[in-house]
Nanobody, 120 residues
Framework: QVQLVESGGDLVQPGGSLRLSCAASGNIFSINAMGWYRQAPGKERELVAIFPSRGRANYADSVKGRFTISRDNAQNTVYLHMSSLKPEDTAVYYC??????????????WGQGTLVTVSS
């Protein structure tokens, strides 16, 4: 069994910064892409940033230049560094990972979600 555990959501003022973390654990053979999605109230879930196993990270246009995704392969962890936060960044942020487990099964996993609220 493989699971994702997220942390880091909080209430932050506009212009502030926050870092989200997501750690994958369990019967992992390899991890392909890891990334972050978000869902604001009344809106569909959208991609924020994704880090493939190879190549460069991809970002939503709305967060380019403000958010940075990074990955620690040794710890099976992905981070989302968010700066210059805006009220419209308020959402539940979900970690996503595409994993091959030790039984050679391809799994797409979601974290439980962590709430980021940007408000004064």
């Amino acid at each position: 069994q493989v699971q994702l555990v997220e942390s880091g959501g909080d209430l932050v003022q506009p212009g502030g910064s926050l870092r989200l973390s997501c750690a994958a654990s369990g019967n992992i053979f390899s991890i392909n892409a890891m990334g972050w999605y978000r869902q604001a109230p009344g809106k569909e879930r959208e991609l924020v940033a994704i880090f493939p196993s190879r190549g460069r990270a991809n970002y939503a246009d709305s967060v380019k230049g403000r958010f940075t995704i990074s990955r620690d392969n040794a710890q099976n962890t992905v981070y989302l560094h968010m700066s210059s936060l805006k009220p419209e960044d308020t959402a539940v942020y979900y970690c996503n990972a595409r994993v091959v487990d030790t039984q050679n099964r391809y799994l797409e996993l979601w974290g439980q979600g962590t709430l980021v609220t940007v408000s004064s």
